[in-house]
């Protein structure tokens, strides 16, 4: 959606709902959990959340790797 400022200038207008996407896309690539962005987002169930949030989700996924492969390394030092 468009605006027109003052000057008559064509402006983008955020709408509450981009801010909203942006904050759940945010969070979860900061790595916060699911559950707590669908309580926030006012979501009945995380499924809802990670449908529509997916295309952050594969990021994520490399990032659990990494700290799985983290994990193991450590117990394997510590033997």
Known sequence: MTVKNA???TETAIRPYDLRHSSATLLLLAGENAK???ERLGHSTTRLTQDTYQHVLPGMQEQAAA???AIFRQ?????
């Open 36 to 38: 707590v962005v669908a």
């Open 75 to 79: 117990v394997k030092k510590a033997k």
């Open 7 to 9: 000057l008559g200038r």
């Open 67 to 69: 700290k799985l492969d």
